[in-house]
């Protein structure tokens, strides 16, 4: 969808003529509304001057004086600018102008997260908006009788869409609500469309294990489900931890070869977090506290015999591979005894204490206006490099957050050519990493932008409501803090490289900031993300190096980028 969409399901005319003439020819208006049909209308709709977005009008109703002693032709352009400018009006009055009769839907994922969290929960006064937008169409399942199978029909047609309408519908009507309408085998459709690729094989490592603990530390569907108390028939838990990585960490649901072993550990921490019943582990050395729990890194302190852990710190570390016992609160469950916390007893998988989330790379800053130090590498002195982030950012306001850098996004276009996303999905230094934190941090590195600048966070894939997990993070370590400054310094050289200016040949930092530093409002939601930047700001070398053509479906961001000149 790349403008505002007129449909009009029914159209109907009733002549009313004056009593004190002779009464006109029965069919008058069969000629001026065949040549409204035929174009006249479609011209003039296409005139419309109005918000981007689907806007649905139930009923429009219109008295027009109409000269019939005028061609037929005349009388359709008439008639038909009247009713586009009647349409035009009642958008600008907003819906105090039609109550119940006009919906808004900003962009696709919006409308079609509406119709699953409507049908899901019961919800059809908008069943219209949703019919006449083509969310349901004739010969899908009734969503009277049949609302699971309706909402999965349509889903099905937007398939790069589902994961993000459903995190947005789950939020809006809760996970209890989807399971009613469609039950197990609803989970499974789901997943089959979400992820037809099989998951990666092979036991996960140390850092796939940390990875799982800060993926449901971050993830808001994991709060939903643990907030559900809903007991899940098998093998719901799977479809749930493909959208948890879908909200997490799309590039791991898109290329799950790179992550083996992630999607089960999500599927076993859900399953503790609902209260159901682990999964037996095909070995005995992956028990079911080596799930995402927030143990240990393997600090040398966890006993084999059921004793309390002895490393220095062990609780702010994650991912024991030493023994299956660790709880990650300073003790160890392991066989030979009970946890011994210090309230005595120790949590299960997914439960109470929260699991630390990983560093996060902190490069020289610059404010939101573009002021700041040069662009270049991590900076290992910065104060916040030394320290996690604590601050909660704000919900986006209305039309967009602002930042001084909403060119960031350009280099969408030149990603590929850095080697992303696979090369932050292979950096053995990176592992424990989701790929938002990775491109977060490679922004800061390549711009040197606050942390929760709207540009470096858009750029993760990731608006201010959705970054607190990624704010909280504690400091890159040394080698992450390389493997992120090699990753942005190639980054720069081939944005440097589709620039093609001379200039740029040996300063490639140089051209991000060209290309980059442009005010502008960002809006990030789950599966969107638009820039919106003042038409005077309009780049020729932008434009011809291809930088800010729409990158429509990123598949790695899990979400459409679109870019508005206003």
């Given at each position: 969808m790349s403008g505002p969409t007129v449909v009009i399901d029914r159209l109907s005319v009733t002549l009313r003529h004056d009593p004190a003439e002779a009464p006109p020819a029965a069919d008058?208006?069969?000629?001026?509304?065949?040549?409204?049909?035929?174009?006249?209308?479609?011209?003039?709709?296409?005139?419309?001057?109005?918000?981007?977005?689907?806007?649905?009008?139930?009923?429009?109703?219109?008295?027009?004086?109409?000269?019939?002693?005028?061609?037929?032709?005349?009388?359709?352009?008439?008639?038909?600018?009247?009713?586009?400018?009647?349409?035009?009006?009642?958008?600008?009055?907003?819906?105090?102008?039609?109550?119940?009769?006009?919906?808004?839907?900003?962009?696709?994922?919006?409308?079609?997260?509406?119709?699953?969290?409507?049908?899901?929960?019961?919800?059809?006064?908008?069943?219209?908006?949703?019919?006449?937008?083509?969310?349901?169409?004739?010969?899908?399942?009734?969503?009277?009788?049949?609302?699971?199978?309706?909402?999965?029909?349509?889903?099905?047609?937007?398939?790069?869409?589902?994961?993000?309408?459903?995190?947005?519908?789950?939020?809006?009507?809760?996970?209890?609500?989807?399971?009613?309408?469609?039950?197990?085998?609803?989970?499974?459709?789901?997943?089959?469309?979400?992820?037809?690729?099989?998951?990666?094989?092979?036991?996960p490592d140390p850092g796939t294990r940390a990875l799982a603990r800060t993926l449901l530390a971050g993830s808001r569907l994991a709060g939903l489900v643990r907030a559900s108390r809903l007991r899940p028939a098998e093998p719901t838990p799977d479809a749930w931890a493909l959208l948890v990585l879908?909200?997490?960490?799309?590039?791991?649901?898109?290329?799950?070869?790179?992550?083996?072993?992630?999607?089960?550990?999500?599927?076993?921490?859900?399953?503790?977090?609902?209260?159901?019943?682990?999964?037996?582990?095909?070995?005995?050395?992956?028990?079911?506290?080596?799930?995402?729990?927030?143990?240990?890194?393997?600090?040398?302190?966890?006993?084999?015999?059921?004793?309390?852990?002895?490393?220095?710190?062990?609780?702010?570390?994650?991912?024991?591979?030493?023994h299956p016992g660790c709880t990650g609160r300073g003790t160890c469950a392991g066989d030979g005894g009970p946890a011994s916390g210090a309230d005595g007893a120790g949590a299960p998988p997914g439960r109470d204490a929260p699991p630390q989330g990983p560093p996060s790379a902190d490069p020289p800053r610059a404010g939101a206006d573009g002021s700041g130090p040069a662009p270049g590498g991590l900076a290992a002195g910065d104060s916040a490099a030394r320290a996690p982030v604590r601050a909660e950012p704000a919900p986006h306001p209305p039309g967009g957050a602002a930042t001084g850098w909403a060119g960031l996004l350009f280099l969408l276009a030149t990603a590929a050519e850095a080697g992303l996303p696979d090369r932050a999905l292979a950096e053995p230094a990176l592992a424990a990493r989701p790929l938002p934190w990775s491109l977060r941090a490679a922004a800061r590195a390549l711009c040197g932008l606050e942390p929760e600048d709207p540009a470096a966070l858009a750029l993760a894939g990731l608006g201010p409501d959705r970054a607190a997990g990624l704010l909280r993070a504690a400091p890159a370590t040394p080698s992450e803090q390389a493997a992120v400054s090699a990753l942005a310094a190639d980054w720069a050289r081939a944005t440097a490289a589709r620039l093609g200016d001379e200039r740029y040949a040996d300063d490639p930092f140089g051209a991000v900031a060209a290309v980059a530093r442009r005010p502008g409002r960002i809006t990030a939601e789950t599966g969107w993300i638009e820039v919106h930047l003042a038409a005077a700001d309009t780049d020729l070398a932008v434009r011809r190096a291809g930088l800010d053509l729409d990158p429509g479906w990123v598949g790695w961001l899990g979400a459409v980028v679109r870019y508005r000149y206003v």
């Open positions: 008058r208006l069969r000629g001026p509304v065949r040549h409204a049909v035929g174009g006249a209308l479609e011209s003039a709709l296409r005139g419309l001057v109005l918000p981007p977005g689907h806007w649905c009008l139930a009923r429009l109703d219109l008295t027009l004086d109409l000269d019939l002693a005028r061609p037929d032709p005349a009388l359709a352009r008439d008639w038909s600018q009247a009713v586009a400018a009647a349409i035009e009006r009642t958008v600008q009055e907003g819906r105090a102008a039609a109550p119940g009769a006009l919906v808004h839907y900003r962009h696709d994922v919006e409308l079609l997260a509406d119709a699953v969290a409507g049908l899901a929960a019961g919800r059809r006064e908008r069943l219209w908006a949703w019919r006449q937008t083509g969310i349901l169409r004739p010969g899908d399942p009734a969503p009277d009788a049949a609302p699971g199978p309706a909402l999965l029909a349509a889903l099905e047609r937007h398939p790069q869409y589902a994961a993000a309408a459903v995190l947005r519908a789950a939020e809006d009507c809760g996970l209890a609500a989807l399971e009613r309408a469609w039950g197990r085998a609803g989970w499974q459709r789901l997943a089959a469309l979400v992820a037809p690729e099989e998951p990666g094989m092979g036991a879908a909200e997490t960490d799309p590039a791991a649901l898109e290329r799950p070869a790179a992550r083996p072993g992630l999607r089960a550990l999500l599927a076993e921490g859900l399953r503790t977090l609902a209260g159901g019943p682990a999964r037996p582990a095909p070995e005995p050395a992956q028990r079911v506290r080596e799930l995402p729990d927030g143990g240990c890194a393997g600090c040398g302190g966890c006993t084999a015999d059921g004793g309390r852990c002895a490393g220095a710190g062990c609780a702010a570390h994650a991912g024991c591979d030493r």
